[in-house]
């Protein structure tokens, strides 16, 4: 952590070639390590960052996943201890009843949390096992972390749980295809007043004849004001970076007597009938 309580956060968005996690794996360290200065607090990879996205059939999602403790898990901690920065990534975890998306939140030789997607999206719901815990908002040396992956975002319960669990930033990987994404996390920062850190992917896949999957990178770093602090391109791969204080996601106040938190009103938010005619 720099003076001042500031953060220094990277994003890596890469173009993975499917089915190659070695040579994925080596060409993210590449991005991180070709820039002047590696080191960072916190350092956000795409969903599925080693393995690529589209993937034919549960047989192929079960030949690429990986024990949480397995290469991924591995390379994270490397990338860790040589950066000084608590890594964030996304892996297919091998579990019980199948493989999740899933993301590791490591730092040094620990895995500070693994996650396993709950909103999965498209055809994500016949190759994976949706996560069935809470996401999850992990104690780092920088303060609560939390973390979802890419359609999580669209849910606007999951990030306002993290929020309401205290998290001040939140890590995003994502393999955004729908072209919202970039536009509508900054409402999402905004309206839980976080940091959030999406690290998108680019490139295309077009597998088994499936339709072709246009990855639309943007990666992002966006305050809880809703300020892009840094936003990657369309279609290269490359770094972003950005310094941030978390404490400024501590307060949720948009106005003198508008608390974004305290004026909230769970107790009238339901999907009862409340329309009365007549
Ligand atoms: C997505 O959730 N990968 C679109």
Redesign the pocket.
């Known amino acids: 952590m720099q003076n001042s309580g500031s953060i220094r956060v990277t994003v890596v968005q890469n173009n993975p070639g499917f089915g190659q996690p070695e040579a994925n794996r080596t060409s993210v360290e590449g991005l991180i390590f070709a820039g002047k200065d590696p080191t960072a607090d916190l350092i956000v990879l795409p969903?599925l960052f080693a393995t690529g996205?589209q993937f034919l059939s549960k047989e192929e999602v079960t030949e690429l996943a990986e024990p949480e403790d397995g290469p991924t898990f591995q390379f994270l901690s490397r990338l860790s201890r040589e950066t000084g920065a608590v890594v964030v990534g996304g892996v297919p975890i091998r579990r019980r009843g199948g493989v999740s998306n899933g993301a590791l939140v490591v730092s040094g030789d620990s895995l500070l949390v693994s996650y396993d997607?709950v909103?999965?999206?498209?055809r994500?719901r016949d190759l994976f096992i949706e996560g069935r815990s809470p996401l999850p908002v992990v104690e780092t040396p920088f303060g609560p972390l939390g973390v979802m992956?890419?359609?999580?975002w669209l849910f606007p319960e999951a990030l306002r749980s993290l929020a309401l669990s205290g998290a001040t930033v939140v890590a995003h990987p994502?393999?955004?295809?729908?072209p919202f994404g970039p536009q509508g996390m900054i409402l999402r920062s905004v309206e839980n007043r976080v940091f959030t850190v999406t690290a998108n992917r680019v490139g295309e896949e077009a597998r088994g004849g499936l339709p072709p999957l246009r990855y639309i990178g943007e990666s992002q770093i966006v305050s809880p004001k809703g300020e892009v602090l840094a936003r990657a391109g369309q279609s290269e791969s490359e770094i972003i970076t950005a310094v941030l204080r978390p404490a400024d996601a501590l307060s949720k106040k948009v106005a003198d007597k508008s608390d974004f938190f305290e004026q909230r009103r769970p107790e009238l938010y339901h999907s009862g009938l409340t329309y009365r005619g007549g």
Do not use: P
């Open positions: 969903e996205y997607k909103h999965l999206f498209d994500e992956i890419c359609f999580d994502a393999n955004w295809v729908l």
